[in-house]
């Protein structure tokens, strides 16, 4: 097995008995970045000098006895992460040449737990889409078959996984944007509780609903890079005070009377029959396993895509006032005036489908039309909510698709947002209820491409929602399975 190929937790061992050093780790890492880069293109800036750096570091560490969870480990992040004095462009012309001058807590924990940064990944700009095509740095491939779209927003953090460029990496989830490209990638991918990870340093898309969470190999990576990031920070005032459970230690791999919910809204007509197989047999599994299934209802669950969409795209909007060419980013060169400064360097630097949003956020907050729809957009959402409330009265966890359909053809969607908007249906409902969910491989579809299944948690179930995902993986092989590439 090459180095590149492993998990966090196997390479932890290997760094451990001091089979192998970090440098080899990394340098295996980088020469797999090289190899395939041009086929996946998952990155927008391979930060090799820095990853040679950590990695001496972090071989240091090990010699002197001092070693934590991710030292030596090569990760890369979402370009959504502001990483100090490395380039964060959060794929759009906009930010091109932005270079920040402080790291987003969650970078500073994974550094401080001795994290090797082998680059920057490919997105959706400012995290806008489903499929990574919207980037101003070119579109990602998913690995498993290149004329298909990897996922999105976190398209690159799943597509690098999945071609095996980084052992672990970071994205950010606002409608579904871990979870989907997890489930096209065949990757585990996690989003936490709102609240439970620090948003600070982080490009803002809409604040209500972004978290940040990982992208890994299996679930017990998942819970260790999870582990690192979570906990409260001063610094983000929506991050919670709660103690962060020892996620791997809740790993026990029995789900032995676990209540399943399974949300009648959820199993539609319209479900690719490769998807609804793959729920079938996952559903099975469980059973054998000992959990418990129940029908549940969301009743609110037809009304979620228009509700985010009003939520979202009015928070964007305003998040997104601040790129104005005076302080930072793109400035035109043609403006004459200062408004014509304003207008010129937003018309230069936003792409396409940035600035419908903003478009649309701004309409739905304008005096007026406020009450219409932004207003009655926040009371669906607490709707939304209290379905949720009142389904985890009856169950654990609940399990669902993550996307209608796997992974479609690059270009399929990109004329018709509405049905690219659609394709997060089954996403979109825990942002907007604050929860956490995760992607799990569950199957591979007739045409090779790798299928997710979600599993919901209660706010804070994180550790429930790993167990049942890790007791899957025990049973089951489908994230053992590699693209070819
Ligand atoms: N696809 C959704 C959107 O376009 C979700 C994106 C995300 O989670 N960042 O907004």
Not at 123 to 144: C, H, I, L, R, V
Not at 333 to 359: C, N, T
Not at 366 to 375: E, T
Not at 430 to 437: D, E, H, K, S
């Amino acid at each position: 097995m090459e180095l590149f190929e492993l998990t966090i937790h196997e390479l932890h061992d290997k760094l451990k008995k001091k089979e192998v050093s970090s440098m080899e780790a990394t340098k295996s890492m980088l020469a797999r970045i090289e190899a395939v880069e041009p086929k996946v293109n998952a990155f927008i800036t391979v930060t090799a000098d820095q990853a040679l750096k950590d990695a001496a570091e972090a071989d240091k560490r090990i010699a002197d006895g001092d070693m934590v969870t991710l030292t030596g480990i090569p990760v890369a992040l979402k370009d959504i992460f502001l990483t100090k004095g490395i380039r964060t462009t959060c794929a759009s012309r906009i930010l091109e040449n932005f270079v920040p001058p402080y790291d987003a807590t969650s970078v500073a924990r994974l550094k401080a737990r001795g994290a090797v940064l082998v680059g920057k990944l490919n997105q959706d700009e400012f995290a806008m889409g489903s499929s990574t095509e919207s980037s101003y740095f070119g579109k990602t491939s998913n690995p498993w078959k290149l004329d298909c779209i990897p996922g999105g927003s976190s398209g690159g953090s799943a597509a690098a996984i999945a071609a095996q460029e980084a052992t672990a990496t970071l994205g950010t989830d606002t409608g579904g944007s871990i979870r989907q490209p997890a489930s096209h990638c065949g990757c585990v991918g996690l989003k936490p509780t709102y609240g439970r990870v620090s948003r600070y340093g982080v490009i803002a898309y809409a604040s209500s609903l972004d978290q940040v969470g990982p992208v890994t190999r299996d679930v017990t990576d998942c819970a260790i890079m999870l582990e690192a990031v979570a906990g409260y920070d001063a610094k983000d005032s929506t991050s919670v005070d709660l103690p962060v459970p020892d996620y791997t230690k809740a790993l026990t791999g029995e789900v032995k009377g676990l209540k399943i919910g399974l949300p009648r809204e959820y199993y539609i007509e319209g479900l690719d029959p490769d998807v609804q197989k793959s729920m079938e047999e996952a559903i099975a599994t469980y059973r054998q396993m000992g959990a418990q299934f129940q029908e549940v209802s969301l009743p609110h669950t037809d009304y979620a895509v228009a509700t985010y969409y009003l939520v979202a795209t009015a928070e964007a909007s305003s998040n997104l006032a601040r790129y104005d060419g005076a302080r930072f980013g793109h400035r035109s060169e043609a403006a004459q005036s200062l408004l014509d400064m304003y207008r010129k360097s937003r018309a230069e630097g936003f792409g396409e489908e940035v600035k419908r949003r903003i478009m649309l956020g701004t309409y739905a907050l304008s005096s007026g039309y406020y009450d219409a729809y932004y207003l009655k957009a926040q009371k669906v959402r607490t709707l939304i909510m209290h379905d949720f409330i009142k389904a985890f009265e009856q169950v654990d966890v609940l399990l669902t698709p993550v996307a209608p359909t796997p992974a479609f053809r690059i270009g399929e969607k990109t004329s018709d947002p509405l049905q690219m908007y659609l394709s997060d249906i089954f996403t979109i409902p825990v942002n907007l209820a604050g929860t956490c969910g995760i992607s799990v491989p569950a199957g591979l579809s007739r045409a090779g491409l790798p299928i997710g299944l979600q599993l919901i948690g209660k706010p804070f179930g994180e550790e429930s929602i790993l167990r049942a995902a890790h007791a899957f993986e025990q049973n089951t092989d489908w994230h053992k399975r590699r693209a070819a590439l």
